[in-house]
């Protein structure tokens, strides 16, 4: 079985979750299984066509990967946390929900000017989110290299909002 074929075995689909009508990509049973994370760590290495400076990762469930990734490839990770988590100094960006809005934060000097960053969550969506975290990359001088995701739920056509910062979009399985 390839990888991709793996994840979508593993993945648990939970429906109605948060609320009616959602069919949720559950990907803590992926988590259970330490050959299959490491082969989804693989997995990215392979795509990625320029080693990054950094990777930077999401809350929450983008830190699982994302430092898994950075230890493999010998460089920092970066957590990007929802407004309020992070005890320095940050910077903000908000962006746009189904109904209302949210922000999140990175550190001041969490990159360096010029850097060039692989920003990872575990799913792409909408890309909202993803988008938020690439405009703070880009507040700080550093540049976006790349996007990283576990699975991505093509329907909802979030790449189109990130080809804006890069056309380098690794999604290992797709829905």
């Known amino acids: 079985m390839n990888l991709v074929e793996e994840i979508k075995k593993t993945i648990r689909d939970v429906p109605d979750f948060p609320k009616q009508g959602i069919m949720f990509k559950d990907i803590t049973p992926i988590l259970e299984d330490q050959i299959l994370c490491s082969g989804i760590v693989d997995g990215f290495i392979k795509e990625i066509t ?18 898994l990734l950075a230890n493999k490839l010998n460089v920092p990770f970066i957590m990007v946390r929802k407004a309020g988590k992070l005890p320095y100094k940050t910077i903000s960006q908000q962006y746009g929900l189904e109904y209302g809005t949210a ?5 001041i000097d969490a990159l360096q000017k010029n850097w060039n960053v692989l920003i990872h969550d575990d799913l792409l ?51």
Request: with cysteine.
């Open 125 to 175: 969506a909408t890309g909202g989110t993803a988008e938020a975290a690439a405009q703070l990359v880009k507040q700080l001088g550093a540049n976006v290299s790349g996007f990283a995701f576990v699975v991505e739920l093509g329907f909802l056509n979030g790449k189109e909002k990130l080809k804006i910062h890069s056309n380098n979009i690794i999604c290992l399985a797709q829905y």
């Open 50 to 67: 320029q080693k990054p400076d950094a990777i930077v990762g999401i809350e929450s469930r983008g830190f699982l990967f994302g430092v």
């Open 103 to 107: 922000t999140i934060e990175m550190h």
